[in-house]
């Protein structure tokens, strides 16, 4: 396979969410439902400002955090992170060593870096419908297959289903090319499903059976972004049935947090993987920006990073349900169709007899001629021809923009009803 | 080609870099000369308390720094930055437009997309002798031949002997596989050397000349860490002969102030290059760290960056000036070789009667057991056999360490002399 300068622009093509997120901060007129920003009133600059006063105070200790750092990450942090998914899934020490925890560019890095070592061109990856719409990129810059796990109607995958799934591979002897199984598993983007522990555990039971190892990347981004309540399920890190299995936990203290120092982080339950994505880390940065690891380091160890997700997690709560009650009675007398989520950034639609919402869509063009813009739902799906869903971030905006762009897709949504009537 | 979990860790040997920064971290008694960290006692974290400060206190503006930002990078800095490369290659405005510029993580992670983007396994970039050893990493990693370029006894390309290797490729009907020619032009890593304006704009008529495009990537990571004078050789952006070549200049603002913000940056001339880097970009981690970005933007806007980098210039060539004189005419009467660099962070020693200096050789093992610790320079060259020269970088110890380092490295250079004897 040779490719020349001249096809360089093929070997990739542009990437939808950074499309998405370019378009929607070059837009001021436009209110955006689309990118997963966070909210911009509530972001901490005052927390940052003394702590970083703290940093800056703490002599030596302080000065090196603007040295470079290790490739795996700060150890205090690195130990503090571990205590954190202990304390969430409430087991023992022994049970995960901090060992196999380490830092990365946002959950992102994470992930691209848990495909770019398990996999080949032509290689496999199951996923649910639906399912993180990056996560889709970076498989197809891997010429990595997705493929879709057959799912219930309450949103959670179908174990019968998925065993047939794989029994088919075995029968055309390409169960060995399914390198792993991509779960997003708390308050999911762009869903908000949750996966009940009950079909986790069944997942890692019908995985262990097989004749080959599939590894499980549990993205749990959102985990901490409940609302009221944790989602009682344990992760894959602790739930005995994937004991056997390789396992990857990512999330990052970014969306809780503060976007803008992009600091994720990943616990690999396989010393083999772990060391394969630690070593192409190494030539990617070397290592995650040691000051911004610094600074989420002492937030988290004083506590600041608790208090304020505490107070975003009503934040987020009050515009989800800004939003829903906006958008509420009149969009569903349409016929639209979502459930209010119980955490995450997102209300997942879906239009009325499958009106198409894709980005070619009369719909999507209404929306933008409303000044609206959203995630089509098409994009977070691999492998079907379903169009009629849409991902709605309540995010950024504040909520008297909620409520126009509420209203706006309103209109758009009449507007639609009336062309189809008229 | 198939990859099973159990084979993963073969996938990645593990990173030198990665290894020699871990040892040197955690080997407290140990003097290192040898990870390229930057100064400790001089890391500018008052400058970042105060423009934390300024950012906090300009209102919407300086919290949106911990939003989210584009993948590109902030445009206020990549602006700035375009100004800067604009001045050192004292161009006008209309010949380095700052839409082919993007922010990274650290100028490793642009080198590391130039590989992704540019070459298939199999492929070929030509290196000098010696080079920045990360980047035969990134390399290796990707399955791509360093091709070695015949050189001349100043540090030179040997321009005759480049066009012979290019000729050998074409009459075997490779040459359409060399991807990239890599240029460490300035205060190179690890010799110090620097390219004349000369030799680099003959490259570029050379590679004008031949039947395939070849890329050029100019790492200038030390362009302005110059101790008196910049070296007077504009760069590949600007000289005529690479006007129809696909170039890429890296740089970063990490070495010449706070390391631990890993943030780099790099100009593209080919569009289509370009957007192929900045869509894998964007599925590794959709953006460099946003807030570490606006750092360094205010601290370019602000002058503080360049009072600090003028101030680091006087601090790196005393610290040279220690180690140099410090190993001064006692190591030189042991027959050792080096040039005093102007700018940079090494010193490249030859050893005496061409004496093994790598990772297996009695030298290494008598330095580490005298206390000190250096990088191999087999491990910056590749498909040769050199391996009788030492990178020392004086960058991270203070002055007083710097002498002593140069005490044990003296002890040992004189037990293996003693012991040549004996």
Redesign the interface.
């Known amino acids: ?6 096809d ?2 093929m ?5 939808d ?2 499309r998405l ?2 378009f929607a ?1 070059k837009q001021p007129n436009m209110l955006s439902l689309a ?1 997963g ?2 909210d ?2 509530s ?4 927390d ?2 003394e702590l ?2 703290e ?2 105070d703490s002599g ?1 200790k ?11 990450g700060r150890d205090r942090l690195r130990s503090l992170l571990a205590k954190r998914i202990r304390s969430l899934d409430t087991i023992h020490e022994s049970q995960l060593d901090e060992k196999n925890l380490f830092i990365s ?2 959950s ?2 994470a992930l ?1 870096l848990a495909i770019q ?4 061109p032509g ?1 496999f990856v199951l996923i649910e419908q639906p399912t993180y719409f ?1 996560f889709l ?2 498989l197809q ?1 891997f010429g990595v297959n997705a493929v879709a796990m057959p799912m219930r109607e309450d949103g959670e995958i179908d174990l019968a289903g998925l065993e047939r799934l794989l029994s088919q591979f075995e029968s055309t002897g390409n169960l ?2 399914i ?1 792993a199984l991509y779960l997003v598993s708390y308050f999911s983007n762009p869903s908000g499903h949750c996966v009940s522990e009950k079909v986790k555990s069944d997942i890692g039971s019908l995985l262990s059976r097989q004749k ?2 599939i ?1 499980v990347i549990e993205d749990a981004a959102y985990r901490e972004l409940y609302y009221q309540h944790p989602f009682e399920s344990r992760s894959t890190v602790v739930l005995e049935s994937f004991n056997q299995l ?1 396992v990857l936990y990512t999330s990052t203290l970014t969306k809780p947090y ?6 994720g982080y990943a616990y690999c339950s ?1 010393t ?2 772990l ?2 994505m ?3 880390k ?11 690891q ?1 600074i989420l380091e002492y937030a988290l160890a004083s506590g600041r990073f608790d208090t304020h997700l505490t107070s975003l997690r009503g934040l987020y709560q009050s515009k989800m349900l800004t939003l829903h009650e906006s958008l509420g009675d009149s969009l569903k007398s349409l016929g639209w169709e979502w459930e209010e989520p119980k955490g995450g950034l997102y209300l997942w639609l879906k239009s009325p007899n499958e009106m198409r919402t894709d980005g070619e869509s009369q719909f999507h063009k209404s929306c933008i001629e409303n000044g609206v813009f959203y995630v089509p739902g098409n994009l977070c799906h691999h492998g079907n021809e379903i169009r009629s869903q849409i991902r709605l971030s309540f995010g ?1 905006l504040n909520l008297a923009d909620i409520r126009e762009a509420a209203n706006r897709f309103l209109a758009a949504a009449e507007s639609m009803t009336v062309s189809a009537i008229t």
Do not use: H
Not at 62 to 72: I, R, S
């Open positions: 396979m040779q490719v020349k300068l001249s360089l622009g070997r990739q093509r542009p990437s969410i950074t997120m370019t901060l990118a920003f966070t911009n009133e972001l901490p600059i005052e940052i400002r970083v006063e940093i800056a030596a302080g000065k090196t955090t603007l040295q470079y750092g290790t490739n795996k560019n946002g992102q890095q691209y070592t398990l996999c080949d290689d990056v990129e970076i810059g060995d090319k390198k080959v190892p590894a390789p503060a976007s803008g120092l992009k600091v396989d083999k993987w060391n394969s630690l070593s192409v190494g030539k990617q940065d070397f290592g995650t920006a040691n000051f911004a610094a950024s």
